[in-house]
């Protein structure tokens, strides 16, 4: 079974700061898919970021990107110049296609507040 | 991208009742997936919902508390039931497309107190 750690518990950062949040996860599979999902206050569930397993680029989307490092088994979060809409938990997310069906697990997920 | 309805978004129960949540997608997806948010918890998967078959549990959960219908390929329903305030959490449903898109979207979750 695959697990997924995030050892930050909570994290803040002054608006317009960066901050890097950590993931690590553990498998013995080869192909998979790594995701950050956002969960503001209003409970909704919001992909930030994905990651193949296959591709050594590490993915980017405007000011997040993600260092990942398959043989550490390492997939942290970088956001750039922090705004008060980040505030939120983020989870990290590991997926391993199974057929026709693809399930998340997930890390315990790290608070992070962006302050002024 | 989809765009998924939860109802109720919230809600309020007496412990012994039963309580139905609905999952409305607005294309047809293969596979939904129900999960679990426990206060201050991460989330848990409790089912995959298959259209036209029994869904699938993970262990720790069963079908007699919290049954699953998947009538068609844009709609499916939880029942958490005969509730007690241990089953408080969010109730999230997610969907992946039929086309294998290597992502998953969520509803808005429904988040439920047992009193």
């Known amino acids: 079974a695959q697990t997924v750690t995030q050892s930050q518990p909570e994290m803040s950062v002054q608006e317009a700061e960066t901050v890097t949040l950590s993931c690590t996860y553990d498998?013995?599979?080869?192909?998979?898919?790594l995701f950050w999902y956002k969960q503001p206050p209003s409970r909704q569930m919001i992909l930030v970021i994905r990651q193949e397993a296959y591709k050594q680029q590490n993915a980017t989307e405007n000011r997040f990107s993600v260092n990942f490092q398959k043989a550490a088994k390492s997939f942290s979060l970088k956001i750039s110049d922090s705004q008060l809409g980040d505030t939120a938990m983020y989870f990290c997310a590991f997926m391993k296609p199974t057929g026709t069906a693809s399930k998340l697990t997930f890390g315990t997920g790290t608070r992070l507040q962006v302050t002024l | 991208s989809a765009v998924i309805s939860q109802k109720p978004s919230r809600d309020i129960c007496q412990r012994g009742t039963s309580l139905t949540i609905q999952c409305q997608v607005d294309s047809q997806v293969t596979m939904m997936f129900w999960y679990r948010q426990q206060p201050g918890q991460s989330l848990t998967l409790i089912a995959t919902?298959?259209?036209?078959?029994?869904?699938?549990?993970e262990s720790g959960f069963v079908i007699d508390k919290f049954p699953i219908s998947r009538p068609n390929l844009t709609f499916s329903t939880l029942t958490v039931s005969n509730m007690s305030p241990e089953d408080s959490s969010i109730y999230l449903c997610s969907v992946e497309f039929s086309g294998g898109k290597t992502e998953a979207f969520f509803g808005q979750g429904t988040r439920l107190t047992v009193v």
């Open positions: 919902a298959n259209q036209g078959s029994e869904a699938t549990y």
């Open positions: 498998t013995s599979e080869n192909n998979y898919y």
